[in-house]
Structures are given as C-alpha cells and as structure tokens.
C-alpha cells in the first residue's frame, strides 16, 4: 500500500522560510507526477505546484519566484522549498503521487502557519 509521509511544517514569521518534504514508501517504482497542495481554514483545497516525469515544474500563480518544487525520483520523495511566506500561505499542505497508471495518492497534510 502507497503511503505519503509529510514533515517540515511549523510556525514562521512572514516573510520566513520552510522547507517541506514528502516520502513515499510502499512503491517499488517511480511515480509519473508528484506535487503539492494546500488548503486554507474555509477554503477548497488548491494546487500549489507539480512536477510531472520529463516535464518542467508548474506553481500555482500565488506562488511563483517564491516556492520551488524537486523531486528525487531514486528516493520517491519530492520537496517544497518556501520562501518569503507570507501569512495567505497558511494552510494544511498535502503531498500528492500520481502512478503511471493514473492512481493518486494522498498525504495526510502537515500544517504551515504563517504569523507574527
């Protein structure tokens, strides 16, 4: 069974940094896209960036020249470097795998609070 194990959330003072990781175990192959999401306290969840196998990363426009997506397809684990957080970025951030036969897997979130 695929499990998506997130770490790297916490509490930052805007216009701080975080770095947010996602580990996949229970696979023994690559997936063909790994991402992230958010949701914000009354709000539907939203994509925040993916990176699809042979393809360039995609953001969010909210994010843009601020987050940066990488994966490490050997380890089956992607990252979310987080810069110049802004307190709109505080969310519940969800790890997102696709297979190459189109299943997705969920993360159960780790939460990012920006706040002074």
């Known amino acids: 069974q695929v499990q998506l194990v997130e770490s790297g959330g916490g509490l930052v003072q805007p216009g701080g940094s975080l770095r947010l990781s996602c580990a996949a175990s229970g696979i023994f192959e690559s997936f063909y896209a790994m991402g992230w999401y958010r949701q914000a306290p009354g709000k539907e969840r939203e994509l925040v960036a993916t990176f699809a196998s042979g393809g360039r990363p995609n953001y969010a426009d909210s994010v843009k020249g601020r987050f940066t997506i990488s994966r490490d397809n050997v380890e089956n684990t992607v990252y979310l470097q987080m810069n110049s957080l802004k307190p709109e970025d505080t969310a519940v951030y969800y790890c997102?795998?696709?297979?190459?036969?189109?299943?997705?897997?969920w993360g159960k979130g780790t939460l990012v609070t920006v706040s002074s």
């Open positions: 997102n795998a696709v297979t190459w036969s189109a299943m997705a897997h």
